[in-house]
């Protein structure tokens, strides 16, 4: 089955400055990597996805770097916000027939202004 | 508007009694899961359900039931056998995807349960 590990568990940076946030997976026929942002009491939203074949997807300020040898993906923030503040989470497919999502840790963001 | 919607958003529960947390999602999406959130943790899968009338244990079943009865509504029980329920239960939908497509889960904005 799948194993996803996300690192750092918190992270601080000052507002303006880049974070980044990595995330392994175990199985290697995984073909989607979504990431998810959490604002405090309320549920994750989609803020950027890659599929297995592309290394590299941008949107604005957030990117993702997928890398299937290493089994690795992060998400990149540039010029962040104090908005940006707020939990993260990674996923990757369990890829039997059901295809659901497995979800790192999650990582506390807290850009300071 | 389409979306998926979590009622209620906090529910309060005594010892020894089961609740039921809503789920209704107006996507069309044929695959649904609940997942239960405990502070500063990852989300844990606690069952999910591909289609309607068919619904599989995630990795913490134990003292939850569900039931699949139409697309649009996948209801969590939270039985008396749950130990330690206090816990934040987010519901999300997906298409189903085909020949290993997966795609965007949608979630609700989740319920907040504490046993008192």
């Known amino acids: 089955g799948e194993n996803v590990e996300q690192h750092p568990s918190t992270l601080s940076v000052q507002e303006g400055d880049s974070a980044v946030i990595k995330c392994t997976y175990s199985?290697?026929?995984?073909?989607?990597f979504p990431w998810y942002k959490q604002e405090l009491g309320k549920g994750p939203q989609l803020i950027i996805d890659?599929?297995?074949?592309?290394g590299e997807k941008k949107d604005q300020r957030i990117a993702v770097t997928l890398n299937k040898t290493a089994k690795h993906f992060s998400l990149h923030i540039t010029e962040t916000q104090p908005e940006d503040s707020a939990v993260y989470f990674c996923?990757?497919?369990?890829?039997?027939?059901?295809?659901?999502?497995?979800f790192g840790s999650g990582t506390r963001l807290l850009v300071r202004p | 508007d389409g979306g998926i919607t979590q009622s209620p958003k906090y529910l309060f529960r005594k010892e020894g009694q089961n609740v039921t947390l809503s789920c209704e999602q107006n996507?069309?999406?044929?695959?649904m899961y609940w997942y239960r959130q405990d502070p500063g943790q990852g989300l844990r899968l606690i069952y999910y359900?591909?289609?309607?009338?068919?619904?599989q244990k995630g990795d913490i079943a134990e003292g939850y039931s569900v039931s699949r009865e139409k697309k649009e509504s996948f209801p969590l029980t939270v039985t008396s056998a749950q130990k330690n329920p206090t816990a934040f239960y987010l519901c999300?939908?997906?298409?189903?995807?085909?020949?290993?497509?997966?795609?965007?889960?949608?979630f609700g904005q989740g319920t907040r349960l504490t046993v008192v």
């Open positions: 890659i599929r297995s074949n592309v």
């Open positions: 996923a990757a497919p369990w890829m039997d027939s059901s295809y659901k999502l497995i």
């Open positions: 999300a939908s997906s298409i189903r995807g085909g020949s290993g497509m997966n795609t965007e889960a949608f």
């Open positions: 359900s591909q289609i309607v009338n068919d619904f």
């Open positions: 199985d290697s026929a995984s073909n989607y």
């Open positions: 996507l069309n999406h044929d695959a």
